[in-house]
C-alpha cells in the first residue's frame, strides 16, 4: 500500500482530533450553544449538563472522587500555571520552597523562574543518563519549607515514565502537595491519582485525540483538601479557582477523547509499541552509531528519541521534509541552544544537536513505519557522506581529542 | 523554518562535496567550528602553480544553510586567484542564499573556512620555501626542518588545525 505524504510522525506535539471527538463536539458550536453559566434558560442547562458530565468523566479517568476536582483551563501550559502559582500563593505563609526537575515542561520550569523572582526557593532535581528522577533525591531535598512538588508523568521529549507511586508515597508521607504534569502519559500509559497520590494534575485534550485549546487542573478535594489562589479573576467560574466562559465544544470533545482512550488504550499501546520497536530496528540495524536517547524500558510506547552521530538534526529534518518529525536541537530558534531535557540527561553537545523525535500514534500505518526507517537510512547516509566529522570518525581520530573552536 | 530555493538546491544538490589530500603541498584545507556548537565546516582548495584555485572541496556537519553556505563558497573559489578568493565575505553568501538572520551564522563559518583554507596553504607554501633554502644552505639537517612547527610532517598523521572565529 502507498503511503500519503507528508507523513505525522509528531504525535508527542500534539495529535489529530478523532472523528467521533469531532462528531461529538458538533451540536455544541451550532445548536446547543449555551453559556454553561446561564442559569436562567434551557441553553445554559443543556450546556451546565454536558459539562458536568464531562467533569465527572474526566475526574473518573484520572481515579478522582467527584467531578469537581475538575477545573477546565486553555490547556496544560495555564493549568501548570495555576497549579504552581496557586498553591505557592495559597500556601506562602507555611513555606516557600518548591521542589521540581531539571526536565519539566517549560510552562513550569518558566513558571518556577517566575516564582524564584518573587522570593520562592526553587530545588531542581536532575535525572540519570537513561532521564529518570531518583525518588530518594526528591526525599533528600524536601524541608520543613517545602509545600510543592512537581515532577511530570512522562517526558516530551524522551518519553521516558517518572517514579510518581515512590515519588507520591514520599510527599505523602512527608506532607507536601505533588503536582504533575500528566499532559504525555495521560492515554498511553494507566495512571491513578490515589495510587500516585498526585495532589493536582495537568490534562490536555489534543494530546490525546481531542481539540485544542482545552484542558484541565485536576484538583484534589478531600485528604488532602487541596487551595488555591485563583490567577484569573472574574465571574468565578470553575469553583472560584479559574473565571471565564467555558468552552463547551472543546469540554464536550476532551470528554469524549478520554472515553475513547479509557476504552482503547490498552490495546492502543501495545499497537503503537509496536510500530515504534519496528521504526527504531528499521533504522538501528542499518545504521552504526545511532543512540537512543532515554530508557528503553520506562517508556512512553509511541516515542522514539534517536541520536544520528556526526549528522546534524536540522540538516536530518530537512532530508526527511515529508516527514513530520521534531529536532531535539532547538536550532530553528534563534538561541541555537540544543535540547535542555538532552543535556540534563548528559547527552553531549554534540550528539543533542543530532537528535530526532519520532511520535507514533493512533493513526500510524505500519507502511508509515517502513517508508519512514529505509527513508532515513538513505538519507543519514547521504548526510554522512557530506560530514566532515564521519570522515574523521573513519579515519579513527577521536573527536574528542580535536580542539575546537567554540562560537 | 523556510529555507530558500537557493539554499534547497544547494542543499540537495551539494558542489564539490569530498575530500582533497591535506599534506598535498598544493592543498590548504580550512577546518572551522565545534560538533558542540551544531556546525563543522572543512573547505579545501587546490592551489596551481600560477597561483589560481583549480579545484575545491567541502564537507559540512550542519544544517541546510550551513551545507549550502559551503557548497556555494567551494563554487565561488574555483579559478579565483588566492587574492581574489579572500574577497568574498559572509555579506555575499548570506545575500546570494537569502538567509535569514538566525542563519547568517553559516555564511560567517564559510567565510572562515575560506579565510582558513587559505592560510593553511600560505602556511604549507612557507614551510616548503623554508625548507628549500635550508636544503640549499646545508643538504644535512633537512631532518631537522621537518620538526618545526609549521611543516607538516610526513608519516605522522597531523590533526586539522582549526581556526579562531571572530568574535559576534
Known amino acids: ?407 | 523554518m523556510a529555507y530558500s530555493n537557493k539554499v534547497i538546491d544547494h542543499y540537495e544538490n551539494p558542489r564539490n562535496v569530498g575530500s582533497m589530500d591535506k599534506n598535498d603541498d598544493n592543498v590548504g584545507t580550512g577546518l572551522v567550528g565545534a560538533p558542540a556548537c551544531g556546525d563543522v565546516m572543512r573547505l579545501q582548495i587546490r592551489v596551481d602553480d600560477d597561483g589560481k584555485i583549480s579545484d575545491a572541496k567541502f564537507k559540512t556537519f550542519g544544517c541546510g544553510s550551513a551545507i549550502a553556505s559551503s557548497s556555494l563558497a567551494t563554487e565561488w573559489l574555483k579559478g579565483r586567484t588566492l587574492e581574489e578568493a579572500t574577497k568574498i565575505k559572509n555579506r555575499d553568501i548570506a545575500e546570494e542564499l537569502n538567509l535569514p538572520p538566525v542563519k547568517i551564522h553559516c555564511s560567517v563559518l564559510a567565510e572562515d573556512a575560506i579565510k582558513s583554507a587559505i592560510e593553511d596553504f600560505r602556511r604549507k607554501q612557507k614551510a616548503k620555501r623554508a625548507l628549500q633554502t635550508q636544503t640549499q644552505d646545508d643538504p644535512e639537517p633537512a631532518q631537522e626542518a621537518q620538526e618545526t612547527p609549521n611543516a607538516p610532517s610526513e608519516g605522522k598523521r597531523s590533526l586539522p588545525i582549526v581556526s579562531s572565529q571572530p568574535e559576534r
Not at chain 1, 319 to 345: F, R, W
Not at chain 1, 359 to 384: C, P, Q
Open chain 1, 1 to 407: 500500500m502507498a503511503v500519503n505524504l507528508p507523513i505525522y510522525m509528531d504525535y508527542s506535539a500534539t495529535t489529530p482530533v478523532d472523528p467521533r471527538v469531532l462528531e461529538e463536539m458538533m451540536p455544541y458550536f451550532s445548536e446547543k450553544y449555551g453559556n454553561a453559566a446561564s442559569r436562567s434558560h434551557a441553553y445554559g442547562w443543556t450546556a451546565e449538563a454536558a459539562v458536568e458530565a464531562a467533569r465527572e468523566k474526566i475526574s473518573a479517568f484520572l481515579g478522582g472522587s467527584s467531578g469537581k476536582e475538575v477545573v477546565f483551563t486553555s490547556g496544560a501550559t495555564e493549568a501548570d500555571n495555576l497549579a504552581l502559582k496557586g498553591v505557592a500563593d495559597y500556601y506562602a505563609s507555611k513555606g516557600n520552597h518548591i521542589i521540581t526537575t531539571t526536565i519539566e515542561h517549560k510552562a513550569i520550569l518558566d513558571t518556577a523562574k517566575r516564582l524564584r523572582k518573587q522570593g520562592f526557593e526553587i530545588t531542581y532535581i536532575p535525572v540519570d543518563r537513561q532521564g529518570l528522577v531518583d525518588p530518594d533525591e526528591i526525599r533528600k531535598a524536601i524541608t520543613d519549607k517545602t509545600i510543592l512538588v512537581s515532577v511530570m508523568l512522562a517526558n516530551n521529549e524522551v518519553g521516558t515514565i517518572q517514579p510518581l507511586e515512590q515519588i507520591g508515597a514520599i510527599t505523602r508521607e512527608k506532607g507536601v502537595l505533588l503536582h504533575t504534569d500528566a499532559v504525555q502519559g495521560l492515554g498511553k500509559i494507566p495512571f491513578d491519582v490515589t495510587r500516585t497520590h498526585a495532589d493536582l494534575v495537568s490534562i490536555s485534550a489534543h494530546k490525546m485525540y481531542g481539540p485544542k485549546g482545552i484542558g484541565a487542573l485536576w484538583v484534589r478535594r478531600s485528604k488532602p483538601r487541596v487551595r488555591l489562589v485563583a490567577q484569573m479573576d472574574g465571574g468565578g467560574h470553575e469553583f472560584g479557582m479559574r473565571s471565564g466562559t467555558l468552552n463547551v465544544p472543546g469540554i464536550v470533545g476532551f470528554a469524549k477523547a478520554v472515553e475513547i482512550c479509557e476504552q482503547e488504550m490498552a490495546q492502543e499501546s501495545e499497537r503503537t509499541k509496536t510500530l515504534r520497536d519496528k521504526l527504531r530496528h528499521g533504522i538501528q540495524d542499518h545504521l552504526e552509531e545511532v543512540n537512543l536517547n532515554g530508557s528503553i524500558e520506562h517508556r512512553l510506547p509511541g516515542n522514539l528519541n534517536l541520536s544520528f552521530a556526526f549528522v546534524e538534526g536540522e540538516a536530518m529534518m530537512m532530508a526527511i521534509k515529508d516527514v513530520a518529525v521534531s529536532s531535539g536541537s532547538a536550532c530553528t530558534s534563534a538561541s541555537l541552544e540544543p535540547s535542555y531535557v538532552l543535556k540534563a540527561m548528559g547527552v553531549g553537545d554534540e550528539l543533542a544537536h543530532s537528535s530526532i523525535r519520532f511520535g507514533i500514534g493512533r493513526f500510524t500505518t505500519e507502511e508509515e513505519v517502513d517508508y519512514v526507517a529505509k527513508l532515513v537510512v538513505e538519507k543519514v547516509r547521504k548526510l554522512r557522506e557530506m560530514s566532515p566529522l564521519y570522515e574523521m570518525y573513519k579515519e579513527g581520530i577521536d573527536l574528542k581529542s580535536v580542539q575546537w573552536a567554540a562560537h
